[in-house]
Structures are given as C-alpha cells and as structure tokens.
C-alpha cells in the first residue's frame, strides 16, 4: 500500500483483559489520540481487543488483524499506533500484514519528544532514549547472518553478525551520551549553587494541565502555550521578586501522562531533579477534565515513582471559568478537595489567592536578624546584601549594625559565617 507525505490518518488500538476495566482503557487511548494530534496526525478511530492471553506474533488475535485490515483499506489509514509496548517481532510480523507504518505509545512520545527539544540537555537525553529504544528494538536487517561489515571502517570480529555489531555499537553510543549527560548534571549543580539563595517551587502535573500558563499568569512572564500534549519539553524557570519578601524561583515542568514509558522516566531523570531541588509542588490539574480526579491519581503515582513524595505539596485545581456555569459543580469538587486553591490562569481567576497561599507556605521559614559587623569584615555585608534583603544599615563609629529578613536558612548560615571570622 502506497501513502503519501500528507497522509496522516492514523488507528489506535488497545487490549483490555477480563479483570480491567474498560474505561481505564478507553481514557489511554483518548490520551494516545491526543499524543497523535501533538504530531498533526488525525485519529480515525480505535480497536479494542478483549484477550486474555497476548499474542506472541502479533499481539492481538488473527481477527482483530483482519479487521485491521479493512479498517485501513476503508480509511486510508498510514499509521497503527498500539497503546502498549510491541516486541520486534510482533512489529515486523504486523508490519508485513498491514503494509502501513507500525508504532507504538513509547514510539509516538519519543516522536514528540524529538520534535520539541530546544535545550542541548533534552536533545541528548532524547538520544539517549531513542538509543535505548532501539537497541530493544534492533532486528536483522541483513539477508545474510555471516555478514561482517558493521558500519563505516568497522569490522566485526569472526562469527559476528550485522545484529551484533549493530547492537555493540549501540550500547557504545549510549555509554558516550550517558557520559554526556553526566557533564551536563554536574554543570547545572555549578549553576544551581547560584539559585540556593531562592526558595524555588516546581509546577508539576498532567500535560496540557495549564502548567505553562500559570508560570506566566504568577511571573509576567511569555512561555510557549499550546494547546497540545508535550507543547513544552524544557523546564522554563523564571523569578518573582516581591519588595517583602525573598525571591521564589518558579519552574514549569515536563508534563506527565498515563503510561509514561520507564525508560523515558530514566532519560529524562535529570529534567526532573528540577522537581527534587523544589521547596514546594504546585500540582496543577485541568478541573474541566471529566477525568480530573485520576489525572490527580496518575501525577502523584509519577511523582512516587520518582521519589519525589516527600516534597510538600499543593493542589490547585485550574480551569474553573470552563465550569462557570456549574456553581454547584464547583462547590461539590471544593468541599471534596479542601485545602486546594481553585484558579484559571487564563480567565486570572484566584491568581492573588494562589499567590498568598505560596507567600504563607514560605513564611515560616523567614526570619529576620540584626548583626554588629565590625570593621574589616565586609565580605559578610556583602554576603548579606547577596542572600537576603537588607531593611536598613547604620554605620556606627566601630561597627555596621545590619538588620536584614531572608530565608531561614540563610540566615542561620549568615549568623555563623559572622561568628566564624571573629565578628
């Protein structure tokens, strides 16, 4: 079957077993069509395999295939796109009945995830998963096994075939960019040191939750906003610096979904340290979504997963002008959710609300100190002047009393870098 550059058609298909709810099902491969839309693709429609027992050669049974078939003759359809993970040969075997292309979930996001990258850090972590993707993947592609020729000026050593080598040379790409990314880490803990004097709260959430609206609803800020999955895939990090108070480092993060393939998790560990290095989770949901509640359930199961569960955390349920004209709606899902802020970052509804619940979360850890600086010992005022917000200093004839208001932390470390140069 021929298809055209333009033909962008594609099916989804799942498989759902006697003891698994179907709309869990049928909520991942909504989600699945969505990923499609983020690559321009239209869904055309979906299958659904009831089967116990997965197929080895094919993952789904003989029927579901002819149905395929059909389906793909009747809509045109370029792509099948299955909602779990497929083998190598369970891809070549579907491939060659269907004669279309053969994908599955973690395909389709490693897709969007090439396509969105800015940041030499996300291109070299997307390298890396699609290295081991495809290293799980790899395949002969050779009709002969004795053939030697690796690749350009390599030469398998005796009995080493073209599967080998290719795989050889694959586990060697990947140690390079895990190397790589070890540079990277260690340069941005340098930069990171930089940021210390900040408290920093991480937007987390469901993808296309309005993570990226709200950092720019809280900092004034132009993040790129799309109404797409994965729009964003750079942590965007921008600062607020209110006259009262320490500065807070906000940054929106990679959007989470259902089913977010471990490797990726493992790839992309390094864009969410951003997460671990927070003070504070904002944990956005899109409460428009009639599903909102497992969205709820999905980003705490990631963020467990990622050892991030210790972090405080604060829901904020966004979206709230889509449901305006559901007063008793929305009381029903406050008096549920009680201690969550209910916002729309576009509409700017809650906004101020959402910004006093951060300040009151921070407030307790700010304090404020004076401190007799003698003589000579300046680098510490200059210190103070770095850290934290300095509310006055009088220049006495043998001292400089500074009184100044920061973070807790900081001050405590202030109070000692003075005691320990003899002040």
């Not at 990947?174 to 880490?185: A, D, E, F, T």
């Not at 997460?275 to 980003?299: C, E, K, N, S």
Request: glycine share 4%; with cysteine.
């Amino acid at each position: 079957m021929n298809n055209t550059a333009v033909n962008k058609r594609a099916l989804v298909v799942g498989i759902v077993s006697r003891d698994e709810p179907l709309p869990i099902l049928e909520d991942s491969l909504a989600e699945l069509a969505q990923l499609l839309d983020t690559l321009s693709f239209e869904t055309i429609g979906s299958i659904i395999q009831h089967k116990e027992v997965k197929s080895p050669r094919t993952l789904i049974g003989k029927g579901k295939v002819e149905s395929l078939k059909n389906a793909i003759k009747e809509h045109n359809i370029s792509r099948v796109v299955f909602d779990e993970d497929l083998s190598p040969t369970q891809a070549r075997n579907l491939k060659a009945e269907l004669d279309v292309d053969i994908i599955d979930r973690c395909g389709v996001i490693l897709e969007i995830f090439t396509q969105h990258a800015k940041t030499h850090e996300a291109k070299v972590q997307i390298d890396l998963a699609r290295q081991e993707y495809s290293l799980s993947h790899l395949r002969r592609q050779w009709t002969h096994l004795s053939r030697q020729q690796g690749g350009q000026g390599i030469r398998g050593g005796e009995g080493e075939t073209q599967l080998e080598v290719d795989r050889r040379l694959a586990r060697s790409q990947i140690q390079v960019l895990k190397k790589k990314l070890k540079k990277i880490k260690a340069q941005r803990a340098t930069r990171n040191k930089n940021r210390s004097k900040f408290f920093k709260v991480a937007i987390v959430g469901y993808t296309n939750s309005g993570k990226s609206t709200l950092l720019n609803r809280l900092t004034d800020s132009d993040v790129l906003v799309q109404n797409k999955l994965f729009a964003t895939l750079d942590p965007s990090t921008r600062i607020i610096k209110p006259d009262e108070k320490p500065s807070i480092l906000f940054t929106d993060t990679v959007g989470f979904i259902k089913k977010l393939p471990h490797n990726l998790v493992a790839s992309f560990r390094s864009t969410f340290e951003v997460i671990q290095d927070a003070d504070l989770l904002l944990h956005v949901v899109d409460v428009f979504d009639p599903d909102y509640t497992q969205r709820i359930a999905d980003t705490n199961e990631v963020i467990k997963d990622l050892g991030l569960d210790h972090i405080p955390r604060k829901l904020v349920l966004n979206k709230i002008d889509l449901k305006s004209d559901k007063p008793k709606q929305l009381q029903a899902i406050q008096s549920i959710h009680e201690n969550a802020t209910l916002i729309s970052a576009h509409a700017d509804i809650g906004i101020d609300k959402l910004n006093k619940a951060v300040y009151s979360f921070f407030e307790s850890q700010i304090s404020e100190m004076t401190i007799d600086i003698p003589y000579g010992k300046e680098g510490c005022l200059d210190k103070i002047y770095d850290l934290t917000k300095v509310l006055s200093a009088d220049y006495l004839e043998d001292k400089i009393v500074v009184h100044f208001r920061g973070a807790t932390r900081d001050v405590n470390y202030l109070v000692n870098l003075v005691k320990s140069t003899g002040a």
